[in-house]
C-alpha cells in the first residue's frame, strides 16, 4: 500500500471514530429546551454543542467533493451503517 493510501485511510477512519463518539454521545445526552434554560447546565450543554459540532462537521466531510476525490467509498452509504452500527 502506497503512504499517500494510508494516510487517507487513516484519515477516514479518524473521522468515523469521532463521527461514533459524537452520536454515541448525543444518544444519551440530547439537545433540549431545558439544557438550554437552565444555567447550571451549562457544561454539559456545552458539551452537546461540542458533540453537535463534531457530529456534524464528520457529515459535511464525508458528503464533500474532498471525500469523493479520498477515496472510492459512498460516503452517504458508509453514515448511514455507522449509524446503523450505533442503533444496534
Not at 50 to 78: H, I, Q, T
Request: hydrophobic share 35%; glycine share 4%; net charge negative.
Amino acid at each position: 500500500m502506497e503512504p499517500y493510501q494510508s494516510l487517507v485511510n487513516a484519515l477516514i477512519i479518524q473521522a468515523v471514530k469521532d463521527y461514533r463518539k459524537a452520536i454515541r454521545f448525543l444518544k444519551h445526552h440530547p439537545h433540549t429546551p431545558e439544557l438550554d434554560n437552565d444555567p447550571q447546565q451549562n457544561t454539559l450543554r456545552d458539551k452537546v454543542i461540542k458533540n453537535e459540532n463534531e457530529r456534524d462537521a464528520a457529515e459535511r466531510f464525508f458528503r464533500s467533493g474532498w471525500f469523493e476525490m479520498l477515496s472510492s467509498l459512498d460516503g452517504e452509504v458508509l453514515l448511514k451503517k455507522v449509524c446503523e452500527m450505533e442503533e444496534g
